[in-house]
Nanobody, 124 residues
């Protein structure tokens, strides 16, 4: 069993930055793909970024490519999402997810374990 607890969300002005963290408990992340999704009020949960376990391969949604960076520290068993140049449209609850089989996925059904989410609010 894997438990994921995101942290690092908050309120920031447009153009600012935040770093989200996802340190899972119960199992090491080092062998599994990890991803970040987000869900804005009244909208579906959508893919943001994902990283292969070795961090040799990463994928980003077009909307965040060049502004967000997914990384992982396997020694600390923690995944991160560095978010720069934040925009009001980035406002959402951000979720960390782990997939214990297969390669990187960009769909929600591709992930086995989810955190409870952390709120990110970007003011204009």
């Amino acid at each position: 069993q894997v438990q994921l607890v995101e942290s690092g969300g908050g309120l920031v002005q447009a153009g600012g930055f935040l770093r989200l963290s996802c340190p899972p408990s119960g199992r090491s992340l080092s062998s599994y793909p990890v991803a970040w999704f987000r869900q804005a009020p009244g909208k579906e949960r959508v893919f943001v970024a994902a990283s292969h376990w070795s961090a040799s391969s990463t994928i980003y949604a077009d909307s965040v490519n060049g502004r967000f960076t997914i990384s992982r520290d396997n020694a600390k068993n923690t995944a991160y999402l560095q978010m720069n140049s934040l925009k009001p449209e980035d406002t959402a609850v951000y979720y960390c997810a782990v997939r214990t089989w297969g390669a990187i996925s960009t769909i929600t059904s591709g992930y086995d374990y989810w955190g409870q989410g952390t709120q990110v609010t970007v003011s204009s």
